[in-house]
């Protein structure tokens, strides 16, 4: 339903173009909005105005109209002549057609959303599904693809600032047919749809200007998260989950990005998917029981870091970190001495990069 404040709005710029005054009742005859210079109308005015079945009615200068929703009436529009002669009767039959196509507009996009939530969560057969879409004239073959927006979990009052970055997104991506919803807390869903040219790389750049946009207008950081493009209606509920995959995957193995997507995801998808018991006896079997954590400390771990960024480059790691190439090689047998691993090896620094990641996700297990 539309709030009283978009009704608000509505009859204060018909009155600032007509010079009448407007009010609207519910059907208790209680006012819901009113522009300057709107008449008084007694309750039981309007409860005799809705037994009667007239669309409209005058009661000397006071123009009454129903405004109905199907076969309800939710509301009344009551106005009485204005300063500048206008016609009252002509004003209330704009009001009336300016209301309904609001009711209309407002309450199909309440269906979509809710719709389209049932398909994201999979509380709806396909062929009901497509059945409906018709109905709400979505096309089932447009492309589209799920974009979670998560509150960073460090920020406080997180669910209190959701309302806020609904409205940022809706602020983003309204006006067209992209929907923004919520379906579990502290997150929001956008579905956004897709012109057959677009690619990830201009999601990518989407999802960057959210975290960008919410930054700058709520001062809140956000991870974005997207799934694969779905070719049609029914794949969104698959771009839905992956979109989720990638904010959980992201959150363990690529903590420091903003930004994630599925289809990046590489080896830190395929090690969020093994069971937890066959990581356990991958770091056994890699460490042979060695206490690796006791090795890895921050200074250990920047070297680490630096040297995988930098292809196994030694003197390209040591420069950049500001130590003599000897210091850097010291560092790198210590390191092979406390894991039995040595990541100047191609094969061990590969097998040493996966262990760090499976050990960093049994670490969010425990949790």
């Known amino acids: 339903m539309i709030t009283s404040q978009i009704i608000q709005d509505s009859i204060d710029e018909l009155t600032l173009i ?5 009010r609207i009742l519910d059907t208790e005859g209680i006012s819901i909005a009113a522009s300057e210079g709107a008449p008084e109308v007694e309750p039981s005015m309007v409860q005799d105005f809705l037994r009667s079945p007239a669309d409209s009615q005058g009661i000397h200068s006071l123009q009454m109209m129903k405004i ?3 076969t309800e009436v939710p509301y009344i529009v009551a106005a009485t002549e204005g300063k500048i002669g206008t016609d009252a009767r002509m004003v209330v039959r704009l009001c009336k057609a300016e209301l309904s196509a609001l009711i209309v507009a407002y309450k199909e996009r309440y269906d979509r959303g809710s719709f389209l939530q049932n398909l994201l969560l999979d509380n709806m057969l396909v062929i009901d599904a497509y059945t409906r879409a018709r109905k ?3 096309d089932v073959n447009e492309p589209r693809i799920v974009i979670v927006v ?3 979990e460090a920020e406080r009052n997180v669910q ?4 806020v970055l609904e409205g940022i997104l809706n602020g983003m991506f309204s006006g067209g047919k992209d929907v923004v919803t919520a379906v579990d807390p502290g997150s929001v869903i956008l579905i956004k749809a897709l012109s057959p040219e677009e690619s990830y790389e201009e999601l990518d750049h989407v999802a960057h200007s ?6 700058t207008e709520a001062m809140l950081n956000v991870h974005v998260a997207y799934g694969s493009i779905a070719s049609e209606l029914k ?3 698959r771009s839905y989950k992956e979109a989720r995959m990638a904010m959980e995957v992201g959150r363990i193995f690529y903590a420091s990005e903003r930004v994630i997507a599925y289809h990046t995801l590489g080896i830190g998808r395929l090690i969020y998917q093994l069971p937890e018991s066959l990581c356990r006896i991958f770091i056994e079997e890699t460490f042979h029981g060695r206490d690796v954590e006791a090795a890895l400390d921050e200074e250990t771990r920047t070297t680490i870091d630096m040297f995988f960024d930098n292809n196994l480059n030694v003197s390209e790691t040591a420069r950049q970190l500001f130590v003599h190439r000897n210091t850097l090689v010291y560092r790198i047998e210590k390191l092979e001495k406390a894991t039995g691993l040595d990541i100047r090896i191609f094969d061990d620094a590969l097998t040493f990069k996966i262990a760090l990641m499976v050990m960093n996700y049994l670490k969010t297990q425990k949790e």
Do not use: A, C, H
């Open 18 to 22: 007509t010079g009448v005054g407007l």
């Open 68 to 70: 109905p929703d199907g």
């Open 136 to 138: 709400l004239r979505i």
């Open 150 to 152: 998560k509150i960073d």
């Open 160 to 163: 209190s600032m959701m309302p």
């Open 210 to 215: 959210i975290v960008d946009m919410v930054n």
């Open 235 to 237: 794949f969104i509920s």
